[in-house]
């Protein structure tokens, strides 16, 4: 099937999104796609994740956020560059197809689906995991109950998926700034049990900044579990086809990065570690309920529990409302079935929808069965894919500057800082990612995953490749 938007030059208008055949409706208002952009930073590995890094390396987490940070400030604003050049739905995919190549887009498209289609398995389960905090009810009846909701909800309208994510994402930035507010008293007022040992020092007192076992390297090697927790920030791009005003509204949402980042990630982790001395950390336990047990106040779980049960459903929601966005556009390119092509009176993808959600019900009917290490791995590999759209993004922004600044395509009206060197300069952030992920046995398998997958995806575009061979899906765009 040959798609009209990617044959024509693009000037990121609406009315060339609409004669494009896009078909979906421009919902998303301001404040739902900055409450999407703040949310989808962060999520379980902040919450729950952190304490794991803390014992590993110690106050100096704290600056492999803010580095991590920024090399996820210079993926946004790459990604806001094409943005504001080609507002599309298809996002990631469509750029890879139309910059690099239709093999490129298939890969892309198709990485991003399961990277979802994972994550949504693996957090709705979680979700029922954390509903026997305080019911003692069957995981998988609560794990049922929420796929059916979000996957109404994502049927309704784009509206009301945008709504729950609003939602959602407050309850997150509440628990936060109110995490942080109270230890500042702390550290003020003296107040709580924690007051009287409360102390800034903390952050080097205790073996150094680089406190960790060894040093630098410790650092080193949590930054694979810290880029983890920023996977889903890209997922604005995904809404570009659906906000109202994407040229005003996704520059904005974009631009939040570095104080959201600065506020949620590196200001939470300074006011934590010194009202809790980092020694008093354990991996597995959250940061934020071992600093309301130290402060003394028993009600701390709970409201963890709570924080942790929406960032699961947040990220669950998510992968319903992004993986039948994916498959549609890779229908609409010939390079998935043409049954994903099809909209609801609503403007939402039925078919692609339905199908992902299909598959996150067997993923938690199996996860049931088959608890172990085994599961343990493919949530590895999720990563990895997730990761996969970042360097396509950064590939794609490096080969648009470089046409534009040649005058073959219009220059976008949002820049990205530093230009392709920046571009660069996260890509071998990645690549320094990936090693210290080889250097980890517990992380080490995911690379075995990625070149299994990549196989299977070369196969199966072959395949679709020599039954229509003609077709405009694998001709390379220019």
């Excluded at 896009?22 to 739902?32: D, P, S």
């Excluded at 994740?49 to 590993?56: F, L, Q, R």
């Excluded at 966005?325 to 078919?351: E, Y």
Aim: include cysteine.
């Amino acid at each position: 099937m040959t798609s009209v938007r990617v044959d024509k030059q693009h000037d990121g208008n609406e009315a060339a999104d609409s004669a494009s055949g896009e078909g979906y409706h421009r919902a998303l208002g301001a404040r739902q796609i900055q409450m999407i952009a703040i949310g989808g930073a962060i999520g379980t590995g902040l919450f729950l994740g952190a304490g794991k890094g803390i014992s590993k390396a110690g106050p100096s987490l704290i600056l492999a956020y803010a580095l991590a940070g920024l090399v996820i400030f210079f993926i946004m604003r790459a990604l806001g560059e094409l943005l504001m050049y080609r507002p599309v739905s298809g996002s990631f995919s469509e750029y890879a197809r139309e910059f690099i190549g239709p093999f490129a887009g298939f890969v892309t498209g198709w990485t991003y689906w399961l990277f979802w289609v994972v994550t949504g398995i693996t957090e709705v389960t979680a979700a029922a995991t954390y509903m026997t905090y305080w019911w003692d009810i069957p995981q998988w009846l609560s794990a049922l109950v929420f796929t059916v909701i979000l996957y109404g909800a994502n049927l309704i309208s784009v509206k009301l998926f945008g709504e729950l994510e609003f939602w959602f994402s407050m309850v997150k930035v509440t628990a936060i700034i109110g995490m942080i507010l109270i230890c500042a008293g702390i550290l003020t007022l003296g107040f709580s049990d924690a007051g009287d040992t409360a102390s800034i020092t903390h952050l080097w007192d205790l073996g150094g900044f680089f406190a960790g076992e060894n040093g630098i390297a410790s650092t080193l090697m949590t930054l694979q579990m810290v880029m983890f927790a920023f996977l889903a920030v890209e997922l604005v791009g995904v809404t570009a086809g659906e906000s109202k005003d994407p040229k005003t509204v996704l520059p904005k949402a974009i631009n939040t990065v570095p104080w959201r980042i600065a506020v949620f990630y590196v200001g939470a982790l300074i006011m934590i570690l010194s009202v809790v001395p980092w020694t008093e950390f354990q991996p597995g336990v959250s940061p934020f309920v071992a600093a309301f047990e130290k402060m003394g106040l028993g009600i701390g779980a709970a409201i963890v529990n709570f924080v942790v049960l929406t960032a699961a459903l947040s990220s669950c929601n998510s992968g319903m409302y992004s993986t039948g966005r994916m498959l549609r556009d890779l229908a609409l390119n010939g390079q998935g079935p043409k049954l994903f092509t099809r909209l609801t009176a609503s403007g939402t993808p039925l078919v692609g929808t339905t199908f992902s959600a299909g598959l996150m019900m067997v993923g938690v009917w199996i996860n049931y069965q088959w608890p172990g290490e085994a599961f343990n791995y493919v949530v590895s590999f999720a990563t990895i894919s997730g990761m996969w759209a970042w360097i396509m993004i950064l590939v794609c922004q490096i080969r648009y500057r470089l046409k534009a600044d040649r005058g073959e395509l219009p220059q976008s009206s949002f820049k990205a800082p530093g230009g392709i060197w920046a571009s660069v300069f996260a890509l071998a952030f990645i690549g320094l990612v990936v090693v210290t992920m080889g250097m980890d046995a517990g992380n080490r398998v995911a690379l075995y995953g990625a070149p299994v997958w990549g196989l299977l995806l070369a196969v199966a575009y072959l395949v679709l490749k020599a039954r229509n061979p003609e077709g405009a899906a694998f001709a390379k765009r220019s």
